[in-house]
């Protein structure tokens, strides 16, 4: 049976807002007020899609946004830590300048996506495993439309991969629609981002 996927980045937090990437850092950072109602109005643009379950990053900004969705629709929620976002190793929780400091050559992770984060993962790596989760919860979930509430780079990452598509950006709360049939081993595109013209690299505070 073909499942849809209504993939959705977690709303703003204070990192966000002070322009400060966060990746995998170990420091729970929360939504602002302004993330909590960019959430609930996710759930109102989601709510004819039939959703019937969430399946959530465990880090707590995308946690909070699944949280208030699944309470919006009235759905159940799951948290699986293969859905985070990709690990910037010594990275994380750096700004720009910090990052150039300690690592010069951080922008060719962005530029090949092969490439590893210092003591991290390529962005390849986490496309892969959030497509290899999608695959698993088409498998072994009944319902037909799911929710993911994920993160940005996660999301452009699966869609490079996935469908050689390179997408302007993942807005806070923008939301993208695939679909997967595990009989086929088929992902389709139904409702993507803007493609970026000019292929740049994507290093955006996510």
Avoid at 36 to 62: G, P, T, V
Avoid at 74 to 98: A, C, H, M, Q, S
Avoid at 143 to 156: D, E, F, L, M, Y
Wanted: aromatic share 10%; with cysteine; glycine share 4%.
């Amino acid at each position: 049976m073909k499942k849809h996927f209504y993939i959705f980045r977690h709303g703003q937090t204070i990192w966000n807002a002070e322009g400060r990437p966060q990746g995998q850092h170990e420091y729970p950072v929360p939504l602002t007020v302004t993330g909590q109602e960019q959430a609930r109005k996710l759930s109102q643009r989601l709510k004819d899609k039939k959703i019937k379950r969430i399946f959530s990053s465990d880090l707590l900004r995308a946690k909070q946004t699944g949280e208030i969705v699944a309470k919006e629709l009235n759905v159940p929620i799951d948290f699986d830590r293969r859905l985070r976002e990709v690990d910037y190793g010594i990275l994380n929780g750096l700004y720009t300048i910090e990052r150039e400091e300690v690592y010069p050559d951080f922008k060719r992770c962005y530029e090949d996506i092969t490439v590893p984060f210092p003591e991290g993962e390529s962005l390849c790596c986490v496309a892969e495993r959030i497509k290899e989760t999608l695959k698993e919860i088409a498998v072994n979930v009944s319902n037909r439309v799911i929710g993911i509430s994920t993160h940005g780079h996660a999301i452009t990452a699966l869609i490079d991969v996935v469908f050689d598509y390179k997408v302007q950006r993942i807005e806070n709360c923008d939301y993208v629609h695939i679909t997967y049939t595990p009989e086929k081993d088929l992902f389709e595109a139904i409702e993507l981002p803007p493609r970026r013209e000019e292929y740049k690299p994507q290093i955006v505070n996510y």
